[in-house]
């Protein structure tokens, strides 16, 4: 079973919206999310899974501050830190690899920590390197190193790992498990991939159509080390008869 890394230690990420409305150019209003209430376990992966456009993006853009403009409360510590991974790299082009991870690094990151993370990653040899030399699986591997170098406490990750052949997708998915068990923090992704989910997933939480809420939170309580492809070719036979709408199409 599952170890107790986070067994009996209270939330410190509370997140209440009880209305977010887009305002269109025109003027139109659209809610994408109403009363959405959630809690994220420290040192947990908590992955939202949800239709297309039910509001998935832009929960995540407010709980990063990115959107201010709603009607709740997201609770985190003061001077909270957070780590960013979209699903473009999001590299700055006139920047290399390093001038990107260092923009961003949390103060006191030494050159050893950045070497060490660019090993863990596996662009420790692409530090000079301009983001438009890198194929998309390098680039995105260089994402997930700037993320890490600003020492999160709240990683945010947008279907990091969209538009890559399964297996650069599945070596990503394996490196982010690498670097997350040496480096824990609480971590929040969205993805469509219900096998990247159940793969990745403490919480998976089961979103409304839009305007979004949280329909249900399930907990997979084994270690992600440990799942087999059976294990999770189970729980998806299981999610997808009880969550349809989630599991549409996947
Ligand atoms: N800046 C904006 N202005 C107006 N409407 C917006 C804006 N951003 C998002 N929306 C609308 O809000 C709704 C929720 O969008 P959002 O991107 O959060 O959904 P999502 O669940 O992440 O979608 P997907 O799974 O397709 O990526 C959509 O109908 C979208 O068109």
Redesign the pocket.
């Known amino acids: 079973m599952k170890d107790t890394r986070h067994a009996g230690e209270t939330s410190r990420f509370k997140i209440r919206i009880e209305e977010k409305t ?1 305002v ?1 150019a025109d003027g139109s209003h ?1 809610t ?1 999310i109403r009363d959405l209430s959630l809690d994220l376990q420290p040192e947990s992966m908590t992955v939202l899974m ?1 239709p ?8 995540l853009r407010v709980v990063a501050g990115l959107d201010e403009d709603y009607i709740g409360e997201i609770d985190m510590p003061p001077h909270a830190r957070l780590g960013f991974m979209f699903q473009e790299p999001r590299l700055l082009p006139w920047r290399t690899v390093r001038q990107n991870i260092e923009l961003v690094a949390a103060p006191g990151f030494t050159e050893s920590d950045l070497q060490n993370l660019a090993e863990a990653v596996g662009v420790a040899d692409m530090l000079t390197r301009y983001p438009q030399e890198l194929s998309l699986g390098l680039a995105r591997r260089a994402a997930l190193a700037r993320a890490f170098s600003t020492e999160p406490d709240l990683l945010l990750l947008d279907e990091p790992f969209v538009s890559l052949d399964e297996r650069t997708a599945d070596r990503l998915r394996r490196l982010l498990l690498e670097v997350w068990s040496a480096r824990p923090t609480t971590a929040v992704m ?1 993805t ?1 991939n219900p096998r990247e989910a159940l793969q990745l997933a403490d919480q998976l939480v089961m979103m409304a159509p ?1 305007p979004t809420h949280v329909l249900a939170v399930e907990t997979i309580d084994v270690p992600q080390a440990e799942r087999t492809a059976a294990m999770i070719e189970s729980l998806h036979a299981d999610l997808a008869r009880r969550f349809p709408v989630n599991f549409a199409g996947m």
Request: proline letters at 0%.
């Open positions: 887009h269109g659209l994408a949800g297309s456009g039910c509001g998935k993006t832009t929960l969205v469509h839009r």
